[in-house]
């Protein structure tokens, strides 16, 4: 895996005088070439994230040690005038609240009074998830997830192994990772209503029943028996798609 350098760069970026400075990362994300020469960019789900240091002596991402739960940040802006609102500065860089501001920069206080200027904060990341590096994923692995690791990208929910197969990747297979996943395609064979409105594909078939089951034929797909799907006589509006 690698990153280009060369494409990121620290910007100079007023913001009514306040905000001046600003590094985003978001154009050298790390890349790596897969099995059959494809480039494959990881959005916000990098193996190792990137490093990159602001000035000379600045740190802003000492990510090479990360641990589940970290913050990875990968936006920062320094606050350089004080303002009656100390928070505000900082907010103009696309926060969706207050709440995430504090949940990328957990040594703030809630007015933002111990806020220092001319030093980086974050405005943009997440919390750094349980990454499967060991190739194991899912519900027995405590739901390591397989985006970012060496082993492929999808979760297989019969062996819960990351791989990057069509079988791995397949919709009713891929529990989590660069697919729909169990949230949308159910990996369990239970959907519906009853089942936070997972749909049926794959091996399961593609009828859930009003019990909330997936399968073929009249018991699953019948207009009687069936909720959402390939339901008989119903469009696929009617049928819940």
């Known amino acids: 895996?690698?990153?280009?350098?060369?494409?990121?760069?620290?910007?100079?970026?007023?913001?009514?005088?306040?905000?001046?400075?600003?590094?985003?990362c978001?154009?050298?994300?790390p890349y790596r070439w897969d099995d059959e020469g494809r480039w494959i960019v990881y959005e916000y789900a990098d193996a190792r994230p990137v490093t990159r240091r602001w000035g000379l002596h600045?740190?802003?991402?000492s990510h090479d040690d990360l641990k589940a739960g970290d913050v990875n940040c990968r936006y920062t802006a320094m606050v350089e005038d004080e303002t009656?609102?100390?928070?505000?500065?900082?907010?103009?860089?696309?926060?969706?609240?207050?709440?995430?501001?504090f949940l990328l920069n957990p040594v703030l206080r809630g007015d933002c009074s111990n806020i220092k200027y001319n030093t980086p904060y974050c405005t943009d990341g997440f919390l750094e998830p349980l990454r499967a590096y060991d190739g194991f994923c899912g519900p027995p692995h405590n739901?390591?997830?397989?985006?970012?690791?060496?082993?492929?990208q999808c979760c297989n929910s019969e062996t819960w192994r990351c791989g990057q197969s069509e079988q791995d990747c397949a919709m009713g297979v891929c529990y989590e990772g660069l697919c729909w996943g169990h949230k949308h395609y159910t990996t369990d064979g239970t959907c519906g209503s009853q089942h936070g409105g997972r749909k049926c594909a794959g091996k399961w078939g593609d009828c859930c029943s009003v019990d909330g089951?997936?399968?073929?034929?009249?018991?699953?797909?019948?207009?009687?028996?069936?909720?959402?799907?390939?339901?008989?006589?119903?469009d696929q509006t009617e049928a819940g798609d």
């Open 143 to 152: 739901n390591a997830t397989c985006r970012g690791v060496d082993h492929g």
């Open 58 to 61: 600045m740190d802003l991402f």
């Open 26 to 29: 978001r154009e050298c994300q």
């Open 84 to 101: 009656e609102d100390r928070c505000a500065p900082l907010m103009r860089y696309g926060l969706s609240g207050v709440e995430e501001l």
């Open 213 to 234: 089951r997936c399968g073929t034929g009249r018991e699953f797909c019948s207009r009687e028996a069936c909720q959402s799907g390939n339901c008989e006589g119903k």
């Open 1 to 24: 895996m690698g990153t280009d350098l060369g494409t990121c760069i620290a910007a100079i970026a007023p913001v009514t005088g306040i905000i001046v400075g600003a590094l985003t």
